[in-house]
């Protein structure tokens, strides 16, 4: 009777850190849950050749003039990058409110954006760029959890070097902090009997929160 082996994924060279083909499936709003937040869109995505979904996070509070008027805030840029990256109209007013150009309001933002900008949960095509990467802990030895910047491009090869670059401009000035091998190292779980890693030759994305 013949062997049954594994089949081999030396072909498969899809990547789950770094630069990354990614589809949007949802988006919910979660500003409710944090009183600091004036915007709180957690949006769900997926990672070409990937069986699991991360999260994109765009959060932040308001700069605001004494009468209540939103004046700016970075989270504007985080919030209109993204949304001009889908090729969404919609955005904030000036009382913080949600409306589209033509001024029409936006009562759930989530709908409107799951149901006219995102996909199915199984894509078939991956039509944005995002940089997917293992924070650095706050501690020696603290969980390490994968994230998802929020900056987003069209998934054209130009728009690889421009992540590339943002990512690198961020990571000089201290406002994405990668984990190092040796943090991850320092966390990864090993067999009983001290003989490494079992994770090895399993999928890459599928121990997110070593």
Known sequence: MALVRPKSSSGDKTNFYGVCEIALLSVTDKSDQFGWADVYLDVEIKQKGSDYTKSLRICGSFEKDPDGTV???SVLNRLYN?????GCKAGINAKGGWEQED???ID????FLSQGYCGSSEPTSFPYLAYVYKEKPKKQGDKVYARVHHKIYPNEEANTKKLLDDVNWLKGRGYLKEASPEELDAVRPVTSNG???PTKGLPSDAFDNL
């Open 195 to 197: 003989m490494g890693d």
């Open 82 to 86: 993204f949304l001009d990256c889908i």
């Open 108 to 111: 759930d933002i989530a709908s």
């Open 71 to 73: 004046s700016g805030g």
């Open 103 to 105: 001024g029409q309001n």
